[in-house]
Nanobody
Framework: QVQLVESGGGLVQAGGSLRLSCAASGRNFRRYALGWFCQAPGKEREFVAAVNRNGDSTRYADSVKGRFTISRDNAKNTGYLQMNSLKPEDTAIYYC?????????????????WGQGTQVTVSS
């Protein structure tokens, strides 16, 4: 089992940057792929980015390609989402999640464990 805790959210002006962290507890962190999802008010949870167990394969939503970078440090049991050139439409709660299977990283249903989320607000 894996427990996930996100941090690093906040209020930032458009064009600014934030770095989200996802701290994992448990001994099996490196056995799980990690994903980041976001959910804005009144909308469904959407895929943002994912990284495989080793950190050498990544996936991104088209809306964040070139602006966001996902990474992980298995020695520190931590995942990251570097968010640059933020836009007001990036405003949402951001969740990290862990999946035992890398086969469908875009689907929330592929992920067994979820954090509580961290709010990101981008002002115009």
């Amino acid at each position: 089992q894996v427990q996930l805790v996100e941090s690093g959210g906040g209020l930032v002006q458009a064009g600014g940057s934030l770095r989200l962290s996802c701290a994992a507890s448990g001994r099996n962190f490196r056995r799980y792929a990690l994903g980041w999802f976001c959910q804005a008010p009144g909308k469904e949870r959407e895929f943002v980015a994912a990284v495989n167990r080793n950190g050498d394969s990544t996936r991104y939503a088209d809306s964040v390609k070139g602006r966001f970078t996902i990474s992980r440090d298995n020695a520190k049991n931590t995942g990251y989402l570097q968010m640059n050139s933020l836009k007001p439409e990036d405003t949402a709660i951001y969740y990290c999640a862990a999946a035992a299977d890398w086969g469908t990283p875009y689907s929330p249903r592929a992920y067994e464990y979820w954090g509580q989320g961290t709010q990101v607000t981008v002002s115009s």
